[in-house]
């Protein structure tokens, strides 16, 4: 827990306190937590803990078990690439894989710079314009390998700003 600034811990306590009332409060203290820091390291896992009384061991399966929980940092731009039934037979893995290939992580990963993460996800709700990317919520329509060049040049030259 040394990690963590004083700042950090009044601030994960107060979010526990928050959910205080509720027979099930894990969810919406992992929710907000994730929400506000981006991530959810093990310390702060020990810090739910004892806050909560769940065992850590609960609190790590869950954060491991859903996709939206991370237990690492993400990068400014987070790729999250539609792999659901609809994208997957329009050729999604290829789009994942041009990706991967190009910016040298993995799903899950995030790049040494901290700019991009890629994520393989289910159904994002836009089939109809499949294979679906979307990045920081703004959502590409019909991806092609041939497109992702295109797409990382757009962030890239964003950059940190
Ligand atoms: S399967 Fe990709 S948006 Fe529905």
Redesign the pocket.
């Known amino acids: 827990m040394n990690h963590l600034s004083e700042a950090a811990v009044r601030q994960i306590n107060e979010i526990c306190d928050r959910y205080a009332e509720e027979q099930t409060p894990l969810m919406m203290i992992l929710s907000d937590i994730q929400k506000e820091y981006g991530y959810i390291p093990l310390e702060v896992q020990e810090l739910v803990s004892e806050r909560t009384g769940v065992p850590v061991a609960e609190i790590y399966g869950v954060v491991t078990f859903y996709s939206f929980f991370s237990l690492t940092p993400k990068g400014k731009y987070v790729i999250g690439c539609?792999?659901?039934?609809?994208?997957?037979v329009k050729g999604?893995q290829q789009v994942i894989d041009k990706f991967s290939d190009m910016l040298g992580i993995k799903a899950g990963q995030t790049t040494e710079d901290g700019l991009f993460t890629i994520d393989a996800?289910?159904?994002?709700?836009?089939?109809g314009?499949?294979?679906?990317v979307s990045i920081n919520g703004k959502v590409y329509p019909k991806v092609s390998p041939a497109s992702v060049a295109g797409i990382i040049e757009e962030y890239r030259a964003k950059g940190n700003n």
């Not at 539609?82 to 997957?88: I, V």
């Not at 996800?121 to 089939?127: K, N, Y």
């Open positions: 539609c792999l659901g039934t609809a994208c997957y999604a996800l289910r159904c994002i709700g836009a089939c314009i499949a294979p679906a």
